[in-house]
């Protein structure tokens, strides 16, 4: 696993464990003698890509340093359902203590990588690619896109300091969208592109003459973006055309074919389904 910041993950396992335990499991307390030993098998309920195995590994590292997680997949590896993914061996009260959280991450992860690798597959063949957006949840973006990518996507900027994109937002307060991208390319110079979100062709000409390196159509119909992108082909070859917000697997394809370069679907990340998981003692 390529972590951004494999120091910042631990930190926020630590933090969503505090979350979780509080003051402590009274349950687990209540009713298991000290020193109890358990074992409990992570198991698939339905075809997945399994994702957020190392994660779930360090929420019971960090809870005893001796417990270990033994895995018999991969993330990133498909598999059906009733498939053994892991097996967790040690205290008992470390096992019930990390479960919730574990499981809540394999299964969120897993929904991310399983749903990019359906998207994926929808525009196999087509010039389009899938990546993710900022729309994560907070505190999981990192995981989010590491499962993106297990899922056969791409991944877009990571934060506002890891490009620029010019919204609808930034156009007006800034004078307009045609001002907006040339100070922005202005003051830049050429190391850095500048994206810029359009809803019409009248933006569509003022972007390209003005330097934009990225078009982003966000929550357009499949109808309403094809002039956009035959106005953007027009006006030039090098131009890269997102799609935004709105695009779903049945509709993906349709995208792609009227020509979109990048598919940024929200739904990879805060929105995606958890996949069925479960922990059981054995």
Known sequence: MNWTDEGALYS??????????????????????????????????????????????EVFLTLDSQQQLEAFVSDGEQVEAGKLIARVVGFA??????????????????????????????VAGTRSQVVDSREATPGLRMLERYAVSLGGGSNGRFGLDDGVVITSNHSVMSGGLAAAVKTAKEKLGHLYKIAVEVSDEAEV?????????????????????????????????????????????????????????????????????HVSFKLSAF
């Open 93 to 122: 009260d470390v096992l019930l203590a990390g479960e919730r959280v574990a499981l809540n991450l394999i299964q969120h992860l897993s929904g991310v990588a399983t749903m990019t690798n359906h998207l994926v597959q929808a």
């Open 12 to 57: 926020q396992i630590g933090l969503f464990l505090r979350e979780d335990l509080g003051r402590g499991d009274l349950t687990s307390q209540a009713i298991l003698a000290r020193n109890t030993r358990a074992r409990g098998r992570f198991v698939a309920g339905e075809t997945m890509i399994v994702a957020g195995l190392e994660a779930a590994e």
């Open 205 to 273: 000409t003022h972007a390209i003459e003005n330097g934009a390196d990225n078009l982003i159509l966000q929550n357009v119909s499949v109808e309403d973006a094809r002039p956009l992108i035959k106005r953007a082909r027009e006006l030039s070859d090098k131009i890269s055309i997102e799609c935004g917000g709105g695009v779903t697997i049945e509709t993906a394809p349709a995208f792609a074919e009227a020509g979109v370069d990048l598919l940024s679907i929200n739904t990879l990340d805060s929105h995606a389904p």
